[in-house]
């Protein structure tokens, strides 16, 4: 789950860490981040893990359709 240095690591496209469920932006991915740099990550870490949980919505739904 953690790299080398025991440091989690993440995807720059989702910001998903190798943690289940837990995503990074902003400084604690670039400390060098400013404000505007660090709400566009945030965004589009919030933005992934909006599809992330409509997969999911959408997967048990299709499994409850099909068990009728």
Avoid: K
Avoid at 10 to 39: E, H, I, K, Y
Avoid at 47 to 67: G, K, N, P, R, S
């Amino acid at each position: 789950m953690f790299a080398a240095t025991g440091v989690a690591t993440f995807s720059p496209r989702t910001r998903a860490t190798t943690v289940p469920g837990l995503r990074v932006a902003g400084t604690v991915t670039d400390p060098m981040a400013q404000v505007v740099s660090s709400a566009a990550a945030g965004l589009m870490a919030g933005v992934a893990m909006h599809a992330d949980l409509l997969a999911e919505e959408t997967t048990a739904a299709v499994a409850a359709l099909h068990a009728r």
